[in-house]
């Protein structure tokens, strides 16, 4: 397995992985499927903003899953904190794919500069995102209960965050000592 840059040749299965949880699971609370006119303007965006998009591909170049940061808000303040989504082609399941995409795209936003990274993650129907988060350094920071509807079934969100790294200058701006 590998990990590469998101291509255009890569959109049309990212579509079909994503719709594949859109029409049967409650780990997106997205209701309509993307089609690649969608995903193509999502790369070109987070491109835009140097923002990782990765995915991991088999030996033989098949697509197994793909993780991107966007931004966390439009705020300004807010612009070295990210929320990720990451999502396994349903046949990777299980195999260590997700482990190995989340490490590898947790590097690629630490080389971007960037210093949080949020996940949002369905509280219901998503253990195994929660779970692969927590082994990732991902911490729980709290739980929004019944803030959207899917399937006729209220749901919520549970927050987590990974710091990866605190502000350059905290260093620089401690008092010197009075000798």
């Known amino acids: 397995m590998r990990f590469r840059d998101v291509d255009d040749a890569d959109l049309l299965r990212i579509r079909d992985i994503y719709n594949h949880y859109v029409r049967t699971s409650t780990v997106t609370f997205d209701e309509d499927?993307?089609?690649?006119?969608?995903?193509?303007?999502r790369k070109a965006e987070l491109a835009a903003r140097g923002l990782p998009f990765l995915v991991a591909v088999d030996d033989d170049g098949a697509l197994l899953g793909y993780a991107f940061a966007k931004p966390w808000s439009p705020k300004s303040a807010y612009r070295f904190t990210v929320e990720n989504s990451i999502y396994l082609a349903p046949e990777a399941a299980g195999r260590g794919v997700g482990s190995a995409l989340l490490a590898a795209f947790v590097d690629a936003c630490r080389a971007?500069?960037?210093?949080?990274?949020?996940?949002?993650?369905?509280?219901?129907?998503?253990?195994?995102?929660?779970?692969?988060?927590?082994?990732?350094?991902?911490?729980?920071?709290?739980?929004?209960?019944?803030?959207?509807?899917?399937?006729?079934?209220?749901?919520?969100?549970?927050?987590?965050?990974?710091?990866l790294a605190g502000p350059a200058s905290v260093a620089t701006e401690r008092p010197a000592s009075a000798g």
Do not use: C, N
């Open 33 to 41: 499927q993307a089609d690649e006119e969608y995903w193509a303007h």
């Open 112 to 163: 971007a500069g960037l210093r949080t990274v949020i996940a949002v993650i369905a509280d219901r129907g998503a253990e195994a995102s929660i779970a692969l988060h927590r082994r990732a350094g991902f911490v729980d920071v709290g739980v929004l209960p019944e803030v959207g509807e899917k399937f006729g079934e209220a749901l919520g969100v549970t927050l987590m965050r990974l710091a």
